[in-house]
């Protein structure tokens, strides 16, 4: 028989990683290993070593967070052949996605899972979830992946979108890449597999991006202010990916005069599924004549992630855009009309 596999499983945090204490309160686990000790039927099939990272609400994450956990990441890449990491369900999707960016030519699984439930709660999801990152992570699968509930999901396709059910996390304009039942059902075609690639880790990141959202009579100098603050700036648009030109360009005007800056504007919408299409409404297309760029099908938190991580590659606004509009990680689908 062959020898298991060995898994790192690293502790960041979140409602997974908490318990009722002797008095009963809920309080985070002191160490990784209290939280294995939960899942002992693992150890059948894997070996498996903890790495207590962080013990932070996923809210309070940010952009050196994910350096921090993807430099943990190198430092053990070759020593294990998968990776579990146990996460806040809030900003997880955010994570995924900079993982994804950060490790080209990845040839492993790593897996981010939480749970909707403390721990040793009546109902907790979290020894469901935890049991089943463990199986994503001891096969052949070789991409950053979010396993929720019954799904496993592309790390840049994920995100969360119910605070109640425990199926939490959806894959946005893309089916999931494969389903966990009686056995694990993966994509043959679409997952990526281990093929003895060499990993490019390549983490720089520039956090000044602004993530802002339209609304009716969304002020001009909101968006300026948020165009003087930051390097870069996502914008959700209505509907295909919409800005208002009523009165007189008043917010065109400040995004061309921000591309001109040298500035990325990336457009997106604020539609759960579909694509931004600004050539399809003047509207739009006010928006594509003033140099923004089209997020097309991208998740806003892997837009807003993927502009942090190309402008951490490079300033030039031509390779930005063109950077924008490849896909690194499955974030973009096929035949997506500009």
Known sequence: MSEKPRILQIST??????????????????????????????????????????????????????????????????????????????????????????????????????????????????????????????????EVVVVFGSKIIRGVRARKISAFSLEAFESINEAPLGEIGLTLRISRNRARRRSGRKLLYLPNLEPRVALVTMYPGFSKEFLQAAVDLHKGLVILGYGTGNIPVIPDNYLINVIKKATQRKIPVIIGTQCVLGATKLSLYKVGKSVLDAKAIPSMDMTPETALVKLMWILGQTQDVNQVSSMMMKSYAGELSNEIEV
């Open 13 to 142: 945090g979140g409602t997974i990683a908490m318990a009722r204490d002797k008095d009963g309160v809920l309080s985070p686990l002191k160490t990784a290993e209290e939280l294995f000790d939960l899942v002992p039927e693992v150890s059948d099939f894997a070996e498996v070593n903890m790495l207590n990272l962080t013990e932070n609400d996923s809210a309070n994450l940010a952009p050196p967070f994910w350096t921090l956990l993807s430099q943990t990441i190198v430092n053990n890449y070759d020593k294990y052949e998968g990776f579990v990491i146990t996460h806040g369900t809030d900003t997880m999707s955010y994570t995924a996605a900079a993982l994804s960016f950060f490790f080209q030519e990845l040839d492993k699984p790593i897996v981010l899972t939480g749970s909707q439930i403390a721990t040793g709660m009546i109902g907790s999801d979290g020894k469901r979830n935890l049991v089943n990152s463990f199986r994503v992570a001891s096969s052949n699968l070789a």
